[in-house]
């Protein structure tokens, strides 16, 4: 089935450590995106990639690490994770050849304590 | 920075009522409007979606309210469902092309409709 896959689904983190979120569309979408979902502050852009060999700032970036070496791949990286990184992440693509309809992946939860 | 404001933040509903959400977009350059749904531990996906062309879209139970000159639109849910509870999104983007430079959400509605 044709979608995003997103790894790990749950990790529980001590702070200070680094963690490596996975994110692979099968789509061929042209851009991908980073979100973050916290209660009350709904969807907030951490990063994103409009086609691959490029990268942005979202609206929350710092703390946070993106790479796109191909069209499928879109990892996160937290370098040293703190506690307000606590948060469920979303993994997202879209088309640019038509409607921007975003296409999430099923989220990965993280606790870092 | 471009704002999405949506509200309710969360809304109780009972079966076979209607359910009404709405927002309201600062950039006048924004053309599609969706409304994305998310249930519990799944991802959001999208539900419904509007152009300013056109005023209103209705997609079964389901119906997108536009009104381009106060900058506002909104869902509303006919004969709602148990099954219906969930978070609702709506965002405001660039049709085509705009990547994430032109894509803003609202902060979210949880909607629960009571048996």
């Known amino acids: 089935i044709a979608g995003i896959t997103q790894a790990p689904t749950s990790q529980i983190l001590a702070a200070g450590r680094r963690m490596t979120l996975r994110c692979t569309q099968d789509?061929?979408?042209?851009?991908m995106y980073w979100y973050r979902q916290d209660l009350g502050l709904g969807l907030r852009l951490i990063h994103y990639?409009?086609?691959?060999?490029?990268?942005g700032k979202g609206e929350v970036p710092d703390g946070y690490s993106v790479s796109r070496a191909n069209t499928d791949d879109f990892p996160l990286t937290l370098a040293s994770a703190v506690p307000s990184q606590t948060s469920v992440y979303f993994c997202?693509?879209?088309?640019?050849?038509?409607?921007?309809?975003?296409?999430f992946g099923a989220g990965s939860r993280l606790t870092v304590l | 920075q471009q704002q999405v404001k949506q509200s309710p933040q969360s809304l109780i509903v009972q079966k076979g009522g209607i359910s009404i959400i709405n927002c309201a977009y600062e950039?006048?350059?924004?053309?599609?409007f969706p409304w994305y749904q998310q249930f519990p531990g799944k991802g959001p996906a999208l539900l419904i979606a509007?152009?300013?062309?056109?005023s209103e879209k209705k997609e079964g139970r389901f119906t997108i309210s536009f009104n381009k000159s106060a900058k506002q639109f909104s869902l509303h849910i006919m004969d709602s469902q148990p099954g219906d509870s969930a978070t609702y999104f709506c965002?405001?983007?660039?049709?085509?092309?705009?990547?994430?430079?032109?894509?803003?959400f609202g902060k979210g509605t949880h909607l629960i409709i009571q048996p």
């Open positions: 950039n006048t350059a924004f053309d599609y």
């Open positions: 509007i152009r300013p062309d056109v």
């Open positions: 997202a693509s879209s088309d640019w050849s038509g409607a921007n309809v975003l296409t």
């Open positions: 965002a405001a983007s660039l049709y085509s092309g705009g990547g994430a430079d032109g894509l803003t």
């Open positions: 990639s409009n086609t691959a060999g490029t990268t």
């Open positions: 789509m061929r979408h042209n851009a």
